[in-house]
């Protein structure tokens, strides 16, 4: 079977300011989305998983039907403040969503195969999704997920620091690690951190996580049980995130092997709203390459 697409589109977008998932770079009204799901139809997946919040349901319907009927299966997933809670009351203080992990969890009934998992607002490149096909189609088990890996200083905003997850490699090149950094910025052409933790400094081959992740269907039992300790824990903490990164780590604690599998293509996104102008001129570079058409959908 294709694997399947999943793309995190229920974020709030608090630094950028609007709802830049849907917000048009290319020059036909093209979002990053569109240029991620060209990419993933080419390199073999099958059908696509929007996970979004119920209310931006007919927009995003509307901004995708015609585009993707007859190209590729597509289905909506909804992450709202109240799933997978066991009955438990949502703190009136909670406005954010639960985060990355919860979102994962709430694709569960819809998705059915080897999967990715993207950022709605990142853009990944083709050599990413070819990547991550072929593992998913030849090596994805129970036991062998893997994370598509990008050197640091591709990663960097000109316009703000950064949080990047910095991958720890063991001995057979495989994750050991992923350590959320906060306040990733470049000075004086040296690569800094201001969340206080050592290295102080990192390089800029430094292999980082960009929240794109291959698993199998086996592993939402692995984020609801997870998700019932989270909450158990941290219900009452307005701010608290379940995010993907510690259900990775408490797989590789039980045995499961993360493959890093580094990838050539050039990543971009949308943090600060101050980077849009510098997206368009990259995806219009890529256009005048050849690499995409200036109609990705005609």
Not at 140 to 158: H, R
Not at 250 to 258: D, H, L, P, R, T
Not at 260 to 277: C, L, M, N, R
Request: hydrophobic content about 40%; proline content about 4%; aromatic content about 12%.
């Amino acid at each position: 079977m294709k694997p399947t697409l999943v793309i995190l589109a229920a974020g709030m977008a608090s630094r950028y300011g609007s709802m830049k998932q849907v917000e048009a770079f290319g020059p036909n009204g093209e979002t990053i989305m569109d240029y991620s799901i060209s990419d993933a139809i080419k390199a073999g997946f099958g059908k696509v998983v929007f996970l979004i919040r119920k209310q931006f349901e007919e927009n995003f319907h509307k901004l995708f039907a015609s585009k993707l009927d007859g190209k590729v299966d597509y289905e909506f997933a909804f992450q709202e403040l109240d799933m997978f809670l066991d009955g438990s009351e949502v703190p009136a203080e909670r406005t954010k969503p639960w985060g990355t992990g919860h979102a994962v969890l709430c694709t569960r009934d819809v998705v059915k195969t080897p999967f990715a998992v993207i950022n709605a607002d990142d853009f990944y490149g083709y050599d990413a999704f070819e990547r991550a096909a072929q593992f998913l189609t030849t090596e994805c088990n129970e036991k062998t997920y893997a994370v598509i890996g990008y050197p640091l200083v591709n990663t960097l905003s000109e316009h703000g620091t950064v949080n990047r997850g910095v991958c720890g490699l063991d001995a057979q090149g495989n994750l050991a690690t992923v350590v959320e950094r906060i306040g990733i910025g470049v000075k004086d052409g040296k690569v800094l951190v201001e969340d206080g933790l050592q290295p102080a400094e990192l390089s800029k081959d430094t292999v980082v996580s960009m929240n794109f992740w291959c698993f199998h269907p086996s592993v939402f039992d692995l984020y609801e049980r997870d998700f019932k300790t989270f909450i158990k824990d941290n219900i009452t903490v307005p701010k608290a995130e379940f995010l993907i990164p510690a259900v990775v780590d408490n797989f590789i604690k039980e045995g499961g092997a993360v493959k890093v599998i580094t990838t050539s293509a050039q990543w971009f996104g949308v943090t600060y709203k101050e980077d849009a102008p510098a997206v368009q001129k990259q995806l219009n570079d890529l256009i005048n390459q050849g690499v995409y058409s200036p109609n990705l959908w005609g």
